[in-house]
């Protein structure tokens, strides 16, 4: 009797290694695990992963890299709306998990798979996330969510593994990490706290640099495409070589607090070294470059499509819309901005660009007009108060 098969998106964690012996021994399930990478993994952790999936009794392990698919389709809006959720986090998870529930969907379309397991517990945003689009993409396939239905705790789930013979690395599994090229995301015992942070060792990506480093960032229509004058073939390569440069400095270590999607407060923390310093450098040049009314209007849009991104809406219409917007205003957001990087922080020194509005032609703030004169001022002054002017009149 041939078995039923499951999808089971598979990261090589606790997590993911519980579901792919729980399904396989106690449902008699043929797992077929799927690992999506947006960028994270090299090649040796990506074969450390499929090895790790076979000894876990998996029928095929199968690695799906949606690196490039995953900025053209939602890392570039993130830069170009300088998305920071709650003005702290890059959307380092939340972004990738997205992709990664496409991408697993398709996976089991293809297949024809009977069932698609993932491990997200039952008190976080990613059971919202994988749910929504696989009922989207493929609501004709069950969803199994093993450590969501069994309320499992980290302990418990160690415990069946090594009940089950399974050796691994538990005390580092005491931390959840999550990486793609958009950051990566910590969470263990200290983040289910409200004051604890996390130990130095917690951390991936430890402080190897010392000293500063200046470092030339280049945009074109709002996009990285060069680093220090050396020119990328597509703007994931440069994200990945800006790491490469500032992650040996511990930048963008930071613990995120928010309101989950289901209604409870969450802390995570997570090193985007790369990602920090291209928004806060994007933004830079666009305040240079676009109007005040363009900045308002994006500042508002990129806010809702953040948060909506962040809550699993990628499918929804309305987001086209909005990358149609955020595509468009980029027009003129093209220039090198210069950073100076230190341990564990950055500093944006400025811009060059042939779109600075920032121009000595019309005036210095502070110091001289060039295109006005100070009678011009006054007049301009009168008028553009004279409305609450009246009113305080009437008023009192």
């Given at each position: 009797?041939m ?5 089971l ?5 606790l997590?993911?290694?519980f579901?792919?012996i ?7 399930l ?6 999506v990478?947006t ?9 450390d ?16 890299d ?10 570039r809006?993130?830069?170009y709306?300088?998305v920071?959720k ?11 998990r997205v992709?990664q ?6 996976y089991?379309?293809?297949i ?7 491990g997200?517990t039952g008190a976080?945003?990613?059971?919202v996330?994988f749910d929504?689009?696989f009922?989207?993409i493929?609501?004709?396939?069950k969803?199994?969510t ?9 302990e418990?789930?160690?415990?069946y ?8 690395n538990f005390?580092?599994?005491?931390y959840?990490?999550?990486k793609?090229?958009?950051?990566t ?5 200290e983040t ?16 190897t ?8 960032l280049?945009?074109k ?16 390569k440069a994200?990945q070589k800006?790491q ?5 400095y511990?930048?963008g ?9 289901i209604?409870?407060?969450g802390r995570v ?7 920090m310093?291209?928004i ?8 240079h470059t676009l109007?005040?009314?363009q900045?308002s209007?994006?500042?508002?849009l ?7 991104l962040h809550?699993?809406q990628?499918h929804?219409p309305v987001?086209r819309?909005i990358e149609?917007?955020?595509?468009n205003?980029?027009?003129n ?5 210069f ?9 944006v020194?400025?811009i ?6 920032m121009s ?5 703030y ?10 011009d001022v ?19």
């Amino acid at each position: 009797m041939m078995k039923e098969k499951v999808v089971l998106a598979f990261s090589g964690g606790l997590d993911t290694s519980f579901c792919s012996i729980y399904l396989s021994q106690d449902l008699n399930l043929e797992v077929h695990s799927v690992i999506v990478n947006t960028g994270g993994f090299s090649a040796e952790e990506l074969a450390d992963v499929e090895r790790r999936a076979y000894k876990m009794g998996v029928t095929s392990h199968a690695v799906v890299d949606e690196t490039e698919n995953f900025y053209n389709t939602c890392v570039r809006y993130l830069i170009y709306g300088n998305v920071l959720k709650n003005n702290t986090y890059p959307l380092s998870v939340s972004a990738e998990r997205v992709s990664q529930a496409t991408a697993i969907a398709l996976y089991a379309k293809k297949i024809g798979a009977e069932y698609v397991a993932h491990g997200s517990t039952g008190a976080g945003n990613d059971q919202v996330r994988f749910d929504m689009i696989f009922n989207i993409i493929i609501p004709e396939v069950k969803i199994l969510t093993p450590i969501r239905d069994l309320k499992l705790s980290r302990e418990e789930e160690i415990k069946y593994l090594k009940e089950h013979g399974v050796e691994m690395n538990f005390e580092k599994a005491k931390y959840s990490i999550n990486k793609g090229i958009w950051g990566t995301s910590v969470g263990g015992k200290e983040t289910l706290t409200s004051h604890e942070g996390l130990p130095d060792d917690a951390w991936p990506t430890q402080l190897t640099k010392e000293g500063s480093e200046k470092v030339t960032l280049e945009f074109k229509q709002g996009e990285l495409i060069a680093i220090n004058d050396e020119t990328f073939d597509h703007p994931t390569k440069a994200i990945q070589k800006l790491q490469e440069i500032a992650s040996p400095y511990a930048i963008g270590r930071d613990i995120h607090v928010g309101d989950t999607i289901i209604g409870i407060k969450g802390r995570v923390g997570f090193e985007a070294a790369a990602p920090m310093v291209i928004i806060k450098a994007h933004h830079t040049l666009e305040k240079h470059t676009l109007t005040k009314w363009q900045l308002s209007w994006k500042d508002q849009l990129s806010s809702f499509y953040g948060n909506w991104l962040h809550e699993g809406q990628f499918h929804d219409p309305v987001m086209r819309n909005i990358e149609a917007f955020l595509t468009n205003i980029q027009q003129n957001v093209s220039g090198k901005v210069f950073v100076q990087l230190y341990p564990y922080r950055f500093q944006v020194l400025g811009i060059e660009s042939a779109h600075d509005l920032m121009s000595n032609k019309f005036g210095s703030y502070g110091e001289m007009n060039n295109t006005w004169t100070g009678e011009d001022v006054k007049g301009f002054s009168k008028i553009f108060g004279n409305q609450v002017v009246i009113y305080h009149k009437v008023n009192g």
